[in-house]
């Protein structure tokens, strides 16, 4: 979205998450399957809300691609099959570049900064 400071682009990307369809059954069972893992699943319930995410540009690579010693998915992951937001994208400062590199050299996948590799989905190739 391309406009000048104040015409409304972050207020219509918050927006986003009303308009999105619905997962269908099979796509919420995968949703379901990686905030499970992430411990965000809302008391146990499969939703079938859309996932929209929208990590803050501060927000670390693990934060974003996940890892740690106990390895959680980041928000590429947890945004699987719904919307993955990068509001203000230029203060990402590269790393957008290195998510692409890595999701695309990974196929699909991605590896987590201790080095484990993490299999979870990660169907949406960031856009920009
Ligand atoms: N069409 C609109 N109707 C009502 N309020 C609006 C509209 N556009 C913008 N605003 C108001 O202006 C404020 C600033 O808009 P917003 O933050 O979405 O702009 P932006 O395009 O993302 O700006 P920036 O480029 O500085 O990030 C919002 O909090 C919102 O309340
Ligand atoms: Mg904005």
New binding site residues.
Partial sequence: ?I????????????CLPGILPPLAPAEALEVSMVQSVAGTLAGGRISRARPFRAPHHSASMAALTGGGLRVKPGEVSLAHLGVLFL??LPEFHGMVELLHQDILLNDNGFSVTNRVHDNRPASRTPRH
């Fill in positions: 979205m406009g000048p400071p104040g015409a409304g682009k972050s207020l219509l990307a918050s509001d203000e």
